[in-house]
């Protein structure tokens, strides 16, 4: 065995198969011999009467399982030693294998009730080699290459351009709920990992105007977030921005977007979204839409009756608020104060901002979260200082705010909670290939 | 001015205007008043003869420039106060501004030689936020965006799954010429910005097989890479990776991607192309394929004598190189011990790697770089040791390696120096929004 595994691969003399097709390419009607390669995901031998021997192997390959029987006693042998997870190839004709590789074997595999029926387990994120090959994350990553794909056809379509976001930079969004930001040494300074790329954002409306990104950010979350199954600590966001649009046009370009979002999913992964028993709605516009004011009236008649003005509704609450809607909806106009400084005042009604998140329903919680920006020289400086923001890093915000920025709107969508959603996922850990927890 | 400014959006009673279209989209035939919002371009106020001012302003916005003539004495005087780049909105017909009002006010802008003519000035880096309000700039990100979707349409064409990739992680590849990652602190663990996602490719690999992302990469470059004009501190790379392939699928895999780009760039951006005076020729497959030994006996034979068998290409050799060919041409089978661990070494001929670079001609250099993977846990293990990586962070990997990794292919392709190969750029800071450079 040990020569077969260094005699691979198809270079080799006594191995010079190809991968004829995947398993979801067989047609049990062909009557032509295939080569797979994949995993042995299981096996049973039968000793039958006439004292031979059938093994029922269960395949596996990037696209589902298949059961095969193996009738030669040679194979039989060959497989019987192997662990699962180990990579083979088979020469298959029906369901009968013909002939057998051995590519590279396994060691003994753990039984892990978070792959089987745990899902919600922190485990899963340990374990991660072995959790992304369940078919249940496999639907997972499917459903999530749909999510982007549609994304990118929705802003071709309205005629937004993707601009390559930034990884690190001097400063970053300071604005986010009490997370800390990852620091680097680049070159002897003190850089930040992105948090939000919302600064860069209103530089880059300078020129092309429409423009979005799937923008990489770090937030150092407290530990304790860990605990809401909606935080991780590494995560993407749908960083989206329009010059001289108000926060209405956000949330109409907001709603549209997710409705895009969630008919491409439901039209594309049938078999995933059946798979994960998710009954996925797709909401009717316009989404409603409540102010700050009528949430936290709604909330105190609830069980958080100690909720003061202007302070950010806490995670309980906002998932409690969740609970009991059954389609998306708007929060609206937070408090002025209680948001990062870029959000833009209201001139109206100068105790609220021109803001907005999007919840979830059932529980899933913030969805989007966007705004009008502050655009002005002076007004920005003033709410930094106000904030207490320290001014170190962003001398080219300010250069650039000086150079003639336009008012816009813009929100960031998060693709794990998305992912999650449209999923219907307990925890977030499951929402992406490779989860990073506070 | 002030109050006008102060008045602003459009909720204002005073102002209640709204964009009506872009500069491309307006007909010089429409008849009917449009209300366009940008920025002051230029502008030049001339005399007449009967003591009136006719005032000609270049007018930009996000898709491009346009002039219009302003006659009205008081909108001359508005404008004449103002500098280039205050943002603006003006009611217009056909090319008369029939009104026009302030939105943001630039301060005065220097004359910058970088944004005229010194397109490789590294000025353009430090003023960027000038420099991206271009047309050249608007046309290159505007190539970029087309790239990033004909990729897309590529991979989803050859069925395969974009994954979410990572941006920190315990351990990233050591294997990157003398580069250092980037570290941070994370939750008390010195974390490092991924170099490259190499490894977890081959753990996704496991999962659906065929897979790609637009991974975000920190490489803390000597500063020397600067001169190089194809270095950068942070990139991206579109990573692609492939399940039971070898490194001539994916080297086909390779030259089919590069031309359906560079043909939906021709289709879609001729415009921007020829802005940028680039005619970019479509190469035919297969591209030319030259070994590591052929290319070294070449180099030799040009003014690099002194090259060491098994040594790298310096940066010089390589550029020299590329600019000796037209199309674009593959470098296979680099030494074994010149490059990462998980370049695969050759069973039949054990002094050189299943690996390659694709080069660009005309001196712009290394395009793609790629392999056949190590798959076998016993041999990462012994050249990880003999290459001297610190084994620190990988127990993961270690792990993975042991429950049945198949064998695998793949490239990673970088997205700045696609760009600035397809734009025809010297330097590679031009082939990005926000460039960090070393």
Redo the contacts between chains.
């Keep these: 065995m040990k020569d077969l595994?260094?005699?691979?691969?198809?270079?080799?003399e006594e191995f010079k198969w190809q991968?004829s097709c995947?398993v979801d390419e067989l047609s049990e009607k062909v009557q032509r011999e295939s080569c797979l390669?994949?995993?042995?995901h299981d096996f049973e031998i039968q000793n039958l009467s006439d004292r031979t021997q059938v093994l029922f192997l269960i395949f596996r390959?990037?696209?589902g399982l298949k059961e095969f029987q193996i009738t030669k006693p040679e194979l039989v042998k060959k497989i019987a030693i192997l662990?699962r997870?180990?990579?083979i190839a088979i020469r298959t004709l029906g369901t009968k294998v013909n002939d057998l590789k051995i590519?590279?074997?396994?060691?003994p595999?753990p039984i892990l009730p978070c792959l089987i029926t745990d899902h919600s387990s922190i485990d899963l994120v340990i374990n991660?080699?072995?959790a992304?090959?369940t078919e249940r994350?496999?639907a997972i990553?499917?459903i999530?290459?749909s999510i982007?794909?549609s994304v990118?056809k929705f802003f071709?379509k309205e005629k937004f351009?993707?601009?390559?976001?930034?990884?690190?930079?001097p400063a970053t969004d300071p604005g986010i709920r009490g997370a800390k930001a990852?620091?680097?040494?680049?070159?002897g300074k003190r850089y930040k990992?992105t948090t939000s790329m919302i600064l860069?954002k209103q530089?880059?409306?300078?020129?092309?105007?429409?423009i979005y990104s799937?923008s990489?950010?770090?937030r150092?979350e407290d530990?304790a977030t860990q605990e809401t199954g909606r935080h991780l600590?590494?995560f993407?966001q749908i960083d989206v921005e329009q010059?001289?649009a108000?926060y209405h046009d956000a949330m109409n370009l907001g709603e549209k977007l997710l409705i895009t979002i969630f008919k491409a999913v439901k039209r594309n992964c049938k078999k995933e979204l059946n798979l994960l028993e998710r009954n996925l709605i797709i909401p009717t516009r316009p989404f409603q839409k409540l102010t700050y004011k009528e949430v936290l009236e709604q909330l105190r008649e609830m069980k958080f009756g100690d909720l003061q003005d202007g302070q950010e509704i806490p995670w309980n609450a906002e998932k409690a608020l969740s609970e009991l809607f059954d389609a998306p909806f708007w929060i609206t106009d937070y408090p002025y104060g209680s948001r990062g400084f870029y959000d833009r005042q209201n001139?109206?009604n100068p105790s609220s901002l021109k803001d907005f998140d999007l919840m979830y329903p059932g529980g899933f919680g913030e969805a989007m979260s966007g705004s009008?920006r502050e655009?002005?020289y002076d007004k920005v400086k003033r709410k930094m200082l106000e904030q207490g923001v320290p001014l170190v890093g962003y001398k080219?915000y300010f250069?650039?705010l000086?150079?003639?920025?336009?008012?816009s709107a813009g929100f960031g969508l998060g693709?794990?909670r998305l992912t999650r959603y449209i999923c219907g996922l307990e925890k977030i850990w499951e929402a992406?290939?490779?989860p990073?927890v506070?």
């Design positions: 595994i260094d005699s691979y691969p198809i270079q080799d991968k995947f390669m994949g995993w042995i390959d990037g696209t662990e997870e180990s990579v590519i590279s074997q396994a060691k595999v991660r080699a072995y992304l090959r994350m496999k990553l499917k999530q290459d982007f794909s990118r071709e351009y993707e601009i390559r976001p930034p990884i690190i930079g990852g620091e680097l040494d680049f070159y990992l860069y530089m880059t409306i300078c020129s092309l105007e429409k799937f990489p950010n770090i150092l530990h600590a590494e993407y010059a001289f108000d001139p109206e009008e655009y002005l080219w250069d650039m000086q150079r003639g920025v336009p008012p693709v794990e992406t290939a490779f990073k506070p």
